[in-house]
């Protein structure tokens, strides 16, 4: 596994928790944060480009959810703030192809990791 994201945890709706996905073989990557709640398809929760300088949300979480990544570029963080249950999901970071652009995202992610539950209570 070559990314590895970790923070997850219970926390009460309105609280926050900070998610971490190490990457350290991506730094020249954009990398997306997507969430998988039971049930139900996987969605794409937001996106880094490899600067840092670009970044995407879904509407579900704008306001409420930062991404960001560290100046090595190999940990990518996803603050997430006012939480609700319906954030409640297992969270992945996932790698796309190494960009020529610094502030290119990617519709496409080739390279994924392990999940972190989120569980978020009512």
């Known amino acids: 596994v070559q990314l590895q994201a970790s923070g997850g945890g219970l926390v009460q709706a309105g609280g926050s928790l900070r998610l971490s996905c190490a990457a350290p073989?991506?730094?020249?990557?954009?990398v997306g944060w997507f969430r998988q709640a039971p049930a139900k398809e996987r969605e794409f929760v937001a996106s880094i480009s490899w600067s840092g300088g670009t970044t995407r949300y879904a509407e579900s979480v704008k306001g409420r959810f930062t991404i960001s990544r560290t100046y090595d570029k190999n940990t990518v963080y996803l603050q997430m703030n006012g939480l609700k249950p319906e954030d409640t999901a297992v969270y992945y970071c996932?790698?796309?192809?190494?960009?020529?652009?610094?502030?290119?995202?990617?519709?496409?992610?080739?390279?994924w990791g392990w999940g972190t539950q989120v569980t978020v209570s009512s």
């Open positions: 996932a790698a796309g192809p190494t960009a020529r652009s610094a502030d290119a995202l990617t519709p496409r992610y080739d390279y």
């Open positions: 073989t991506f730094s020249r990557n954009p």
